[in-house]
């Protein structure tokens, strides 16, 4: 059974991001019909089914339009907007298409349509899966006057979740470097997403993560603030938070793209007696369950290996080099292949980059696309505008804590 302790840290940051995110990254809260006033339309319509759509597949159902309120509605701004792995199949008359933030798709259509008292009308939503389609959402609707919805959910504007029949392979690489015992040294540490799919939960706080375990004989003094200690079943402290065995560290906005790559850097302690120690990294969540979406066990863990010389060894200060990505033990690489091709590292970083600092990484999303009409009634299929529209610009971290460095690198993109 889960702690409670878990709602203190990851649930609050998710609720935070989902707030700004349009509903995205949080269940949709419906709100009750509006009361029809004397005198005004009270527009309803009804859900689209449940779908788990393969990459290139097309989703082409219809909504009905039912006016429950006491006057007619003359016309309709119908809006459907997708998350980045889905996109409207091609441009419709009366549509207009957009991109808006953390590449959400929109298609604002116009229906010229007139809804009297008690009259229905459809309208089809039309989308397709992208390649890096996964967990995704779709909003579409109006307002209860028939006016463009605003941004929360009720019986005119609703949101479908979905789940596409596909994958993502996350994959976890450690550090091996050198140090000498007394001393302290930083490791860097990634957590990669191989694809195909990109990465959005949005529907729970357990959020893709790395678990980092610290070599024996050492301890972690700086810890980046997107990584917090890691207790029974769940996070149970601050991120940034020092001196614990175990950590969870995930993506600040919760979100990886395909080709994405997370750095999070530790600086060691060095015991004055240690020896050769090491610890491991392990893809999993943050309350330690594997993903339901990762197919491939083969390369979610790896090892974290700091050599330190005796006194009949070399000297790392002086000679010998360390290799970065992957880590080995005794000769022997472990980690399932998830190294990447010229990456060294030194004793000092982890090998991609100095310590000391906290950028974002950046993430590409589709183009535009399409819709479609049905007599006068326009189907939308485009550009996915995801439900999560505002969820990159509510980046919140848990706890505070020195950030030592948590860097993010996009792999070259594949063409669909």
Known sequence: MRQHIRTSHLRVSAACVAAAAIA???????????????????????????TS???????????????????????????????????????????????IQDQVRQALCELDTVIEP????????????LPNALMEAVQYGT??????????????HRRLTLTADSSADLAAVGEDTEALAGNSQSITVRLRNDGPGWIQNQESDDQTALM???????????????????GIDGPNAPGGTPGKSTYVCWPADYTMDVGEELLFTFMLSIDDDARTTTGWVKATSAYNIHPFFDKNPAND????????????????????????????????????????????????GGGTGSTGSTSAGTSTGGSSTTGTVDGNLASTGSDGTP???????????????LVLAVRRRHATAKSS
């Open 53 to 99: 759509p393969k990459p290139g597949e097309v989703y082409d159902k219809s909504v009905v339009i039912t006016n429950k309120g006491t006057a007619a509605a003359d016309g309709v701004t119908f809006r459907v907007r997708l998350t980045r792995g889905l996109d409207f199949p091609e441009e419709v008359k009366g549509c207009t298409y957009s991109t």
């Open 301 to 348: 863990k790896d090892t974290i290996r700091v050599a330190i010389p005796t006194d009949n060894e070399e000297d790392p200060t002086t000679g010998g080099s360390s290799t970065g990505g992957g880590s080995t033990d005794g000769g022997s690489t472990t980690g399932g292949g998830n190294h990447h091709e010229g990456q060294s590292t030194g004793g000092s």
């Open 118 to 129: 008690g009259a229905s009308v459809e309208t089809p939503v039309r989308f397709k899966a």
């Open 212 to 230: 980092v375990r610290i070599p024996k004989d050492t301890v972690a003094t700086e810890v980046p603030k997107e990584c917090a200690p890691f």
């Open 143 to 156: 307002s209860a006057t028939g006016e463009e919805p605003g941004e929360g959910f009720s019986d005119s």
């Open 387 to 401: 439900l999560i529209a505002a969820a990159a610009a509510a980046t919140v971290a848990l706890g505070g804590g």
């Open 24 to 50: 995205a990254v949080a269940p949709a809260v419906v709100a009750s019909p509006a009361h029809a006033e004397e005198g005004e339309p009270s527009l309803v319509i009804s859900s689209l089914p449940r």
